[in-house]
């Protein structure tokens, strides 16, 4: 299995570290500088306290590493020839900041140490000036600085000054850009449907087609982020993470890329027909409710048949079709929708409902109040495989996420605390996946992947998992998990 750039034992550059997260930081300020500059005069003091922090982040990286560069390729943006990597809370000021940049061609800001206050605040202001409508603006904003006197901050056109490359041992777009834009594209697609629009379903797929390249090569970034619950719309946040989930799946029982695809797409869309639903009902399972909010939840499934066909329908739409209406009729053929003649799930259908029911149980509030994690999740599943759940899909799906999701902070039996970073490569030990350490016994701050299936000279294994941590711990220790990867 692919463990990814860094083998376990190695370790992160401390710079390297250091300086993404003065990347994230610089970005934030940056982002918050300009949007302040937008309401406030260059004089008013929210502005000049946002300048202030930007300059003060700009210093630490000048004291850290003797020069500051802060440069963009294409859609990425780099510290020092570091490329910052965004995280769930950062990623709206990275688009932000990435759009200024584009919108006026702008490649590199490299500062000098002499830098003053009042050339911050120039920079802003310059770069908050309505683009010209003119086909160079790159043009106007260097003969602009040159007005300004911003001497000791060296303006580059993108592509001209810099040596960086967006392969820079990073491997790529991160997964995390490759999530948030699913989620965007999706939410996008089911407002189309709501108001009756055609969805835009070349970037729908291209978005599918990105997931399942990172799947096929490994994935666990992807896997690391269905962990998050709460990004954009319930109902868009829920279609992407079982959509990568169904992906993984797919390609863990060896469906073929065009099929796996299809699939992805499929999962995107299953509940597509809650577009119709009253917003309370749209993140509920149905055992939550009765009555007749049970049967309005029910019609969802109907309610996607229908929306997707209104659409141009494709080989691809109609499979997603047939996932949307039979996703919650069970493997055994109970569930709904209830039909007169008997109706089996086909295999995409079959996958979705486990990738369904996994997002769902590892969510708070939906399947139970607090979100299941580890072997209540497994054991959840278990319980339902053979009647609701196919029993060898749930077995695939048990040994591609292990008893420890990736992303979970756990303790090991050395003292040491860790993030889970991939799924345990043998599936004799669910229990057994490899981490990256984060805490030493001590609580000093450590940085180093393991594999716990690493055994000593007596042919013990070295580490194990002592204890889970709470779902809310997961969740900070993904932030910080995801900026270091
Ligand atoms: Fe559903
Ligand atoms: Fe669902």
Redesign the pocket.
Known sequence: MDRGHERPGQSVQPNRAALRKHGQALVCHFAVALRLGRLYSHKHQNFAAAAASLEECIRSVLSLEGACSFARVGECLFLNKTRIKTDFRSHQSFRFVLEVLKARDLGEMRFDSELTREEIEGLVTLLNRQVPSREDPWHELEAAAAVLGLDRVHLSRHGESSDLNVQDGEGGVPATEIYFKAITALEAALEAVKGGRGVDWNLLKRRVQTIVDIALGGGSQLLALTNVKDWGSPLANHGVNVAILSVMLGAKVGLTKKLIADLGLAALL??VG?VSLPEELRSCCREALSGADSRCYEA??SSGVEKLLQQKVTDGVAKAAIVAFL??LRFDGTGYPRLRVSQRQNLYTRIVAVA?FYDNATAPGRLARAALQGEEVVRAMLDRSGTELDPVVVKAFVNLVGLYAVGCLVRLDTGEVATVVEPPANPRFLDRPAVKVILEPDGSPADRLVDLLEKDEAGGFRRSILKLYEKEAVRLSLNEYLAVL
């Open positions: 299953h509940d809650k969802h499934v996703h919650h369904d």
